[in-house]
């Protein structure tokens, strides 16, 4: 069964830092993308970084750009999320997302509406306060 398992997510003011976690299982997690993506009430998804498979090249959205670090651990098959000075306009539901097209990576990050992974984790909330 494929499992992918988000957490760290919470409660933190703005200005703060938090690390969220991918754990997968099911699948040959070196084989794969990682993409974490989030949705805040009444808005659209929002890409917002991925890591390739291939040579760890990474990628951002421009919303947190300078503020986000993706990284990924093959031998524990979890990818991460690093986001520091958090504003309170990154409140939303985070979600990681696992893909075997690396192609896909890079477009997916700048129009969420392409983001046709393969597996979805259900997501974590991430609420920031001011």
């Known amino acids: 069964e494929v499992q992918l398992v988000e957490s760290g997510g919470g409660l933190v003011q703005a200005g703060g830092s938090l690390r969220l976690s991918c754990a997968t299982s099911?699948?040959?997690?070196?084989?794969?993308?990682i993409a974490w993506f989030r949705q805040a009430p009444g808005k659209g998804r929002e890409g917002v970084a991925g890591?390739?498979?291939?040579?760890?090249?990474?990628y951002y959205g421009k919303s947190v750009e300078g503020r986000a670090i993706i990284s990924r651990d093959s031998a524990k098959k979890t990818a991460y999320l690093q986001m520091h000075n958090l504003k309170p306009e990154d409140t939303a539901v985070y979600f990681c997302a696992a893909d075997p097209n690396s192609l896909l990576l890079r477009p997916s990050l700048l129009r969420p509406a392409l983001a046709q992974y393969t597996y979805w984790g259900q997501g974590t909330q991430v609420t920031v306060s001011s």
């Open positions: 099911g699948f040959i997690f070196d084989d794969y993308i």
């Open positions: 890591i390739s498979n291939m040579n760890n090249s990474t």
